[in-house]
């Protein structure tokens, strides 16, 4: 669990600074929370481009990441699955 300091804090799960960050397990981290000691950061959910390609495009067309139409969705998965592998 991700989370900020507001406080110093010097203990088992290290040291750290007022704003200062750390991914610290579960329990410890609710334990400093609870503790006042610093406060939970809500994680940004990343997309991949994996997941927005293979774009539908209409009529059993898709568009993969480097601009390529592939017909069928399967065929188009592969096909970006192998761009992907490809770093892109």
Not at 30 to 39: D, E, Q, R, V, Y
Request: with cysteine.
């Amino acid at each position: 669990m991700k989370i900020k300091f507001r406080q110093v804090y010097d203990g088992p799960a290290g040291s750290f600074s007022p704003g200062d960050m750390a991914d610290l397990d579960t329990d410890t981290a609710i334990n400093i929370c609870n503790a006042g000691l610093a406060f939970p950061v809500k994680e940004k959910k990343v997309e991949t481009q994996m997941a927005q390609f293979p774009k539908e495009v209409g009529g059993g067309w898709h568009e993969l990441s480097n601009g390529t139409k592939v017909q069928g969705k399967e065929k188009a998965v592969e096909e970006e699955q192998k761009i992907q592998s490809r770093g892109g």
